[in-house]
């Protein structure tokens, strides 16, 4: 009885037909369509099976690869149709009701088998044959030797009976005579072949070794020789072959002809061929790939001297919102599209284009006057991509950035070419995209330097590389010591002491400010309560201690609880510790922002408006944040470093300080670095102020010094 059409016998039957239709066309076999079908429903069987077992088991993978040599599917292209079958009928007629993701998962692994059983029995197909050859041309060699002096019956036998191409030619080269095998090598007759001369056979390909040997052998200087060779058939094919070449002499030792054996590598030379592109190129664009660019990189770069390279970094701008709208299919045919176009630019000797993977594309140019092709071919990659691509009815238009980079061979290596291309290409990105910048060793050196100190900012923190320097903040009245400002330094292992514009952006870009924020409230914290128990508790007065917040610990959940511990922690009141924030980060600030600061502000914490007059924010705003000091920017005191002071500047910041006390806000100027500043500051009203003139920030034991200085005289 046989099986419903829709049952899995079924399913399996038309699994295997169509399996068969696909291969059947490139598979040297006798038997018929029907037949060829048959002898693969076992293997497509076996494959179902595995496909649904409990436990998988990549065996029936390797098996079924082995199996397709077996039926004398030797064809590559036999195995990349049955990858491509498999691939998309195997999960759908055999996988009946299964978990669709674990079975594609099974099927990619079983693909991966079949080609890893496909390429080892097809070695040691290769393998035994090359050993059989091998072995009938000894047996060849010396039977033809002996039945030259023998007998010409048993020397015809072997000699047509071989499973290799054989001849034989005088000393002269002139043949005179080959067996059936080399004549269907050449697709030619034994008589196109007898009266020709073996040294017209000359192929482009030859290694350069190849005729040397031949004429130390009919020159009695060897006995033999084994080359890989290429021959031109009729049809303009090429016909490759492992020769081996040996000198036959008579009883008397003289040399008397050249006997060549042949063994057709052909077929094997293309595998190896298809194997090595599919290696070495991308799958979805058919450009070179990264293995392929840095060989051609690193040869471009290991050229002799007055060679130059130039090279294009490309990467698509917001690419990555294109898979996301459209889909990774549509995306995939914007890579084809934009690889075609680049492909297009590189067209002159010396130049290629490869793509790195995802959306990143590479330009390489060599030769003596890099540095004006590299220019050029930077132009017409930007030029290329003007025109916008229709995908799916939708017009995208591409942009793109180019990290161009160019010098001389000799001096630096793949790695850190592509590094400098890639740092450049990035620049290119921040200064708006759709733009080529060349690169700059000055730039380069900066971002691998920020980069090492992004990769070591987790650590810094545990090995103590981090320190605190105190600067003094002084009563414009009095001169009194009133309190100082932490000002947080990164001691480098390497850099030395850094200073925080070069570290907190950083610390902020990764999420370590939080960490490092919180480490520096606690250490500063602690040192207010050092200075009053040195101080005998508040005989000279409190020294507050002020203390930056970035905008990341704004949103951080943990800053209200986490200061509200600290000061518990080391016993100093609230209202010895003030928070500054920078006047930017309030700009717009709504009242979830501004609902941690107030509730510090309750509890007595001072919040002081740092960098105020470099925003754009409205002053009635100053009404609604919960803070209680004013920081004037330092480009206030600046203005007034000559003399006569700008009266502009000295009314604004007059109406500043009004303000500001008008709204019980103190006001504290930093920046200050002469008397003339310090006393314009008094006389407009500020209270506090920071600077050069009274100290520049140092060690904690200083700031104790100034103050005792301050209170006793």
Not at 289 to 294: E, K, P, S
Request: aromatic share 6%; glycine share 8%.
């Amino acid at each position: 009885m046989s099986a419903e059409p829709d049952g899995p016998e079924g399913r399996l039957r038309r699994f295997a037909t169509i399996w068969s239709r696909a291969v059947y066309p490139v598979t040297s076999t006798a038997a018929t369509r029907p037949e060829f079908e048959e002898r693969l429903l076992p293997v497509a069987r076996r494959l179902s099976e595995a496909l649904r077992a409990r436990s998988f088991d990549a065996e029936a993978g390797r098996d079924a690869g082995a199996a397709l040599v077996e039926a004398h599917c030797t064809d590559p292209e036999a195995l990349s149709r049955t990858l491509d079958c498999v691939d998309a009928y195997l999960v759908l007629y055999c996988g009946d009701d299964g978990d669709r993701e674990t079975l594609r998962t099974r099927s990619a692994r079983l693909q991966h088998a079949m080609a890893a059983g496909f390429a080892q029995a097809l070695r040691e197909r290769t393998l035994s044959e090359q050993e059989a050859i091998a072995k009938a041309a000894l047996e060849a060699q010396g039977v033809v030797a002996q039945a030259l002096h023998a007998t010409e019956t048993r020397f015809r036998a072997v000699f047509e009976g071989a499973a290799i191409g054989i001849g034989i030619a005088d000393l002269e080269g002139n043949v005179l005579q080959v067996n059936g095998a080399l004549s269907r090598m050449f697709g030619l007759t034994e008589q196109a072949l007898l009266g020709r001369n073996v040294r017209d056979w000359t192929h482009p390909d030859d290694a350069p070794q190849t005729w040397r040997l031949y004429e130390e052998l009919v020159n009695g200087e060897r006995e033999h020789y084994h080359v890989e060779k290429a021959f031109y058939r009729p049809d303009g094919t090429v016909l490759w072959t492992n020769l081996t070449v040996s000198l036959l002499r008579d009883a008397d030792g003289e040399a008397q002809y050249q006997l060549a054996l042949m063994e057709d590598t052909t077929e094997r030379r293309l595998l190896n061929l298809r194997l090595r592109y599919e290696a070495t190129h991308d799958a979805l664009t058919g450009l070179p790939n990264r293995t392929f660019f840095f060989e051609r990189l690193e040869k471009a770069l290991a050229a002799g001297p007055g060679q130059r390279f130039g090279l294009c970094y490309l990467d698509l701008d917001g690419f990555k919102t294109v898979n996301d709208s459209l889909g990774h299919a549509a995306g995939d045919r914007l890579l084809v599209e934009v690889a075609d176009r680049l492909q297009s630019c590189a067209t002159a000797p010396g130049e290629m284009v490869a793509r790195l993977g995802g959306d990143e594309f590479v330009a390489l140019t060599t030769g003596p006057d890099t540095r004006r092709t590299v220019d050029e071919l930077a132009g017409r990659i930007m030029n290329a991509l003007l025109a916008p691509i229709s995908i799916d009815g939708r017009e995208l238009t591409v942009r793109g950035s180019i990290g161009v980079v160019e010098g001389p061979a000799g001096e630096r290596s793949a790695a850190e070419v592509l590094r400098s291309a890639d740092i450049t290409m990035y620049r290119a990105k921040a200064a708006g995209g759709n733009r080529f910048e060349l690169a700059d060793p000055e730039a380069d050196a900066r971002a691998i330097t920020r980069h090492g100190l992004t990769t070591a900012l987790p650590t810094a923190l545990d090995r103590g590389e981090f320190f605190i320097e105190y600067q003094p903040l002084v009563h414009l009245g009095d001169g009194s010591v009133r309190g100082a400002e932490a000002l947080v330094r990164w001691l480098h292992p390497q850099h030395g002491v850094l200073s925080p514009d070069r570290f907190i952006p950083l610390a902020e870009h990764t999420g370590l400010i939080v960490p490092l924020g919180r480490w520096v409230l606690e250490q500063s914290v602690r040192q207010a309560r050092e200075w009053r128990d040195a101080n005998g508790g508040d005989a000279l007065g409190p020294l507050r201690i002020n203390v930056n917040l970035s905008p990341c610990q704004l949103t951080h959940p943990g800053l209200v609880q986490d200061t509200v511990e600290i000061l518990e922690r080391t016993g100093v009141a609230p209202d010895a510790l003030c928070l500054e924030v920078t006047e930017s980060a309030l700009i717009g600030a709504d009242d979830d922002l501004l609902k941690p600061l107030r509730r510090l502000a309750e509890m007595g914490v001072d919040i002081a408006l740092d960098d105020f007059g470099t925003g754009y924010s409205n002053l009635a705003n100053l009404r609604r944040l919960p803070v209680s000091v004013l920081k004037l920017d330092r480009s206030f005191t600046q203005s007034m470093q000559q003399f006569p002071a700008d009266p502009v500047d000295l009314k604004i910041v007059e109406g500043i300080v009004s303000l500001a006390h008008s709204l019980d806000l103190a006001v504290t100027v930093e920046g200050v670095e002469t008397g003339a500043q310090a006393e314009q500051l008094r006389i407009l009203g500020c209270d506090t102020a920071q600077g050069w003139y009274y100290a520049r920030p140092g060690p904690p034991e200083r700031l104790h010094e100034l103050a005792l200085v301050d209170a006793t005289g």
